[in-house]
């Protein structure tokens, strides 16, 4: 198994970054969180609540790729825990964002990935990895513009 984990302190309450995640519904939303970010739809429930479904469209490494995850667990103002599911589900085991309190007004928000790869397969797709880990930095870089600039 192998966890890519990326952290970024924001100055913004949990409170502030959990309801900007839940408040993404729209193309334009999920757009301005990463350039290469392309397209969202709920196709179940509401955005970020426990049994919702989401696709996500992106793209990682110069390729275009389309992600469906579930919703497994949310923790309000805490966490968010997803899987993929199929056919990402046979190599990504499960995702979260987790938002942990740090003084009056900020937080650390962690973004992780759990992915099925063995030695020989991560050595097959180095750079596509590498592509993710900067994909994620970017992400945590981005929320923490979008949430300090608009004071949320």
């Given at each position: ?38 397209d969202v739809c709920w196709a179940k429930g509401e955005p970020f609540e426990k049994g919702s479904i989401a696709r996500f469209k992106e793209y990682i490494h110069g ?90």
């Amino acid at each position: 198994m192998l966890v890519l984990t990326d952290s970024t302190e924001i100055r913004s309450t949990p409170e502030k970054v959990f309801r900007w995640f839940k408040g993404l519904r729209e193309k334009a939303d999920y757009q301005s969180w990463h350039p290469e970010h392309v397209d969202v739809c709920w196709a179940k429930g509401e955005p970020f609540e426990k049994g919702s479904i989401a696709r996500f469209k992106e793209y990682i490494h110069g390729q275009l790729y389309t992600f469906t995850f579930l919703c497994t667990k949310v923790v309000p103002n805490r966490m968010i825990e997803y899987r993929p599911l199929f056919p990402w589900s046979v190599v990504m085991s499960k995702g979260a964002f987790a938002l942990e309190p740090k003084g009056q007004d900020g937080c650390i928000f962690t973004a992780t990935i759990s992915l099925r790869l063995g030695p020989l397969c991560r050595k097959l797709v180095r750079r596509r990895l590498e592509a993710l880990k900067q994909h994620m930095k970017e992400e945590g870089e981005i929320l923490k513009k979008l949430l300090e600039a608009n004071g949320n």
